[in-house]
């Protein structure tokens, strides 16, 4: 079974600038969440979407959005790009049952972006 | 909200020696506490995880602990091998009453080195 798959990898953009990055969940996973990782943050919850709603948001600022689509793959975007929004993006996927999910998370490898 | 709190910052033992993390928690609704392994680039992968009607699990070389009074709980890895090196994590979540669904926060991670 194929894992989480993130796009891009790698990718450096400026201050203002806007970024999409994608996330396809393991086959049968309709549960995709985002979360942000930094050194001095940790790991911090972005949003979780699932049936192509976000159903849980964490406290990010409106400049992070983000969708899914019909086969459950997931986009984020964050806009007018800040020099600390450099971090790495990670999207899980989790099953869900009975309209919630069951927490167990399995991750991608993650989009590093640095904004300069 | 909930705060989890990781310690040791960094680890360092020989091969062969068992390695202890501890965590606490703050939410005394949390009733699942995963434990997530990364590796150098890679995303998280869950290794052991444990539920709040459970006081102990194992699996092989580790294990977890869970004093929900206390609100605290420990990974245990016994007879550490040198691929036993990454970054550690713990985790908590409940179910959100508004909304149903889970995120997890999580510590702010230990680095585990083990010397051959």
């Known amino acids: 079974k194929a894992g989480v798959t993130q796009t891009p990898r790698y990718l450096i953009k400026t201050r203002g600038q806007q970024v999409t990055l994608s996330c396809s969940p393991i086959?049968?996973?309709?549960?995709v969440s985002w979360y942000q990782q930094t050194p001095g943050q940790g790991l911090q919850f972005l949003f979780e979407?699932?049936?192509?709603?976000?159903?849980n948001k964490g406290n990010f600022p409106g400049r992070f959005s983000g969708r899914q689509f019909s086969n459950s793959r997931s986009e984020m975007n964050v806009s007018t790009l800040e020099l600390g929004d450099s971090a790495l993006y990670l999207c899980?996927?989790?099953?869900?049952?009975?309209?919630?999910?069951?927490?167990?998370?399995?991750f991608g490898e993650g989009s590093r972006l640095t904004v300069l | 909200g909930e705060n989890v709190e990781q310690h040791p910052s960094t680890l360092s033992v020989q091969e062969g020696d068992s390695a202890v993390i501890k965590c606490t928690y703050s939410?005394?609704?949390?009733?699942?506490f995963p434990w997530y392994k990364q590796e150098l680039g890679k995303g998280p992968q869950l290794i052991i995880d444990i539920r709040s009607n459970v006081g102990e699990k194992k699996d092989q070389r580790i294990a977890v602990t869970l004093n929900k009074t206390a609100k605290h709980f420990s990974l245990h890895i016994t007879e550490t091998q040198p691929e036993d090196s990454a970054v550690y994590f713990c985790?908590?979540?409940?179910?959100?009453?508004?909304?149903?669904?889970?995120?997890?926060?999580f510590g702010s991670g230990t680095r585990l080195q083990v010397q051959p």
């Open positions: 899980a996927s989790s099953t869900s049952h009975r309209g919630t999910n069951t927490g167990e998370l399995f």
């Open positions: 979407y699932f049936s192509e709603t976000q159903r």
């Open positions: 985790a908590a979540s409940k179910r959100a009453l508004d909304t149903g669904r889970r995120a997890l926060t």
């Open positions: 939410d005394s609704a949390s009733n699942y």
């Open positions: 086959s049968g996973h309709r549960s």
